[in-house]
């Protein structure tokens, strides 16, 4: 009997891992630890962590850490984490599955190492396999999904499910995969409502679908063996115009998550070649007169074109408030993208001189590439890719930096800061995750 393409997917994802991978796991790790701890502290996660800590959904007795709260059972610990990781928007991202892999594998990978004692090597294992799944079918959906559907949520559970698979004896990576993928779901709508917090939700429930579905193929509940190619499955409901032939693409390539792009500025990350662009702009630039013009790509105008962002979450997606606070301050901080800058007056004005338009120039190379040009007194300034993509990477030094910023936003000490980020980076050759839990803020 032929294989099904999710049986075929499996078998890609059997090949060996390297301690070059477990590494560049331990950095996205490390990554989504900063982002987390510092999403826990705003509205969004406080609120899941105020909703799960309520009597009706607390676990008690579970022992899988849950950031800024109790433990929990893996799956309650997937759920909660799920939804921290994303909530400033500063999370990696594939920029050809547009999708977030970290905010839905790692709480999934976490939170089964613990539940059945893994080491660091193989929690590291399972995260380079989830990374893969999620952004083979990421990159496979194409435009007619995304333009619905957000990919994080819809492609997350898969990642999710053979994350928690591989950690789990007993269970089933194809079922599992069944299971994840039924579950599949997560509207765009909520990125045109600007009070909405549904995209964290969107994480955390990829992330418990795909630990559900791990924890129910061991137990022998079978899930939908060809979820992904059948008339009735995931590409044929939700993704008009693919090809699902091309999550098998490049069986024996790199794997993946060697070319996650991991984010330098607290935006949407269609906001950042903008910024980029921005950043070049030369000092002492007059700015107080004329229009300034953003040339980039269609996607970016669709998530990014608020010209009067209402909300600090809005401005993450504004391209006019990015570029505004940029051209004004250089490098965006968090801080930039508060209520008080967001309705500042100088801001406001700025906001209103830019115009952005997407260009052919910029579309032809997306999204192999995500580009952006900003034109200020007549001079053009191009960033052709955004920085952290693998053509302009940060390095690791960037990447610790960037963690403990996160972490002291979160009110963290320098010296704990700087004690989490070690024992994360020492993870690939330790023996438990012993010294990452306890070096993790406490509830």
Not at 29 to 38: H, K, M, P
Not at 102 to 107: D, L, N, Q, S, V
Not at 354 to 376: K, L, M, R, S, W
């Amino acid at each position: 009997m032929q294989m099904t393409i999710t049986e075929r997917l499996a078998t890609i994802l059997g090949r060996p891992i390297s301690d070059a991978d477990r590494e560049r796991a331990a950095s996205l790790f490390l990554d989504w630890t900063g982002c987390s701890i510092a999403g826990q502290k705003e509205a969004a996660g406080q609120k899941m962590t105020d909703a799960f800590s309520l009597a009706a959904f607390s676990d008690s007795d579970g022992k899988c850490t849950r950031i800024g709260s109790t433990p929990a059972s893996a799956l309650m610990a997937a759920l909660h984490n799920g939804a921290l990781g994303n909530v400033l928007e500063m999370d990696d991202v594939d920029k050809r599955a547009i999708l977030h892999a970290a905010p839905t594998i790692m709480p999934a990978a976490l939170a089964m190492a613990q539940h059945t004692n893994a080491s660091p090597t193989q929690m590291f294992n399972a995260i380079v396999i989830g990374y893969e799944a999620t952004i083979r079918i990421g990159r496979a959906v194409g435009a007619g999904h995304y333009a619905f559907w957000h990919n994080t949520a819809t492609c997350g559970p898969f990642g999710a499910a053979a994350a928690a698979c591989y950690l789990l004896e007993g269970s089933d990576l194809v079922s599992a995969l069944g299971l994840a993928g039924t579950q599949a779901a997560g509207l765009w709508q909520t990125r045109h409502e600007p009070n909405s917090m549904a995209k964290q939700l969107h994480a955390s429930h990829a992330a418990h679908a795909g630990v559900m579905g791990a924890i129910l193929s061991a137990q022998g509940f079978e899930g939908p063996r060809q979820i992904l190619e059948g008339p009735q499955g995931f590409f044929a409901a939700m993704c008009p115009g693919a090809n699902v032939e091309d999550v098998l693409t490049q069986p024996d390539a790199s794997w993946a998550l060697h070319e996650t792009s991991i984010k330098p500025y607290p935006a949407c990350r269609h906001a950042h070649p903008a910024i980029d662009a921005a950043l070049k702009v030369h000092n002492g630039a007059d700015l107080n007169s004329g229009p300034i013009l953003v040339e980039t790509y269609k996607d970016a105008l669709t998530f990014c074109d608020k010209p009067v962002p209402t909300s600090p979450i809005q401005t993450k997606f504004s391209l006019q408030h990015s570029v505004a606070i940029t051209l004004l301050n250089g490098i965006p901080q968090l801080e930039d993208f508060t209520v008080a800058v967001t309705n500042s007056a100088s801001i406001k004005a700025l906001r209103e001189r830019i115009e952005v338009v997407q260009t052919d120039e910029f579309n032809a190379a997306y999204p192999a590439h995500y580009g952006a040009a900003v034109t200020v007194n007549g001079e053009r300034y191009v960033a052709a890719d955004a920085y952290g993509d693998p053509e302009y990477p940060m390095t690791q030094q960037a990447i610790m930096e960037k963690a403990q910023t996160l972490m002291l936003y979160a009110g963290m000490s320098a010296k704990d800061a700087n004690r989490l980020c070690s024992a994360t980076l020492a993870l690939p050759n330790a023996d438990s995750l012993a010294d990452y839990i306890a070096n993790l803020p406490q509830s």
